[in-house]
Each structure stands twice: as C-alpha cells, then as structure tokens.
C-alpha cells in the first residue's frame, strides 16, 4: 500500500466531506446524481424529499465540490464532480451490500 500523507488542510478538507457525507439525506441525494445529471425536482422525486431540503443538501454538496451544477435554459442540473467521487460513492455502497450480504449469510448458518 502507497505510503500517504496528508496535509492538516487536506486532513480538514477530508474529514469536512465525510462529515456531509454522514447525513442520510445527503448520500441519497449524491447517489441520485451518479450518472446522468438530474434537476432538483427530479433528485427531490427519486429521494422523496422536497424540492427545498434537496436544494439545500445540494448548496452544501457544492460548496464541499462534490457535485457540480450545469445551467440548461431556465434549469439547473446536478451531477457528481468527477470520477473520483462517483468511485467512492460506488464503492461504498458495493461494500455496504457485500457487508449486508455477509452478515445475511452469517445469521442463516447459525
């Protein structure tokens, strides 16, 4: 494994980002976003939740660059930043299903 350092900015960016990342809320709605960039009512519809609360999930998002807003005509459309946040996001949650699954198993074998 590649020896890695960080910064105390980077160390502070980093945890800031998790700590976004720790409300449900906000995880749907970054998880809504991979793939084809989405408006707020749509992201609202697909996470059941008002257009107002996603709106606001989305400023925080931004100002930690992790999703990014494409002006279309009168619409905003929001989409993960890069392709390095789309891996952790994917990631994650292919661990969280193979975590489920593994413990899913477990409880069957006792």
Known sequence: MPDIK???????????IFRLMGDGNRLRI??????????VSDIAQ????????????LRLLRAARFVKAERRGKQVFYGVVDEHVECVIRDMVGHVAEQRGGAEEEDDER
């Open 6 to 16: 960080l910064t105390e900015d980077q160390a502070v960016e980093l945890a800031e």
């Open 46 to 57: 697909r996470v059941d939740l008002s257009p107002s609360l996603v709106s606001h999930h």
């Open 30 to 39: 970054a998880v809504a976003c991979l793939g084809d960039a989405l408006c």
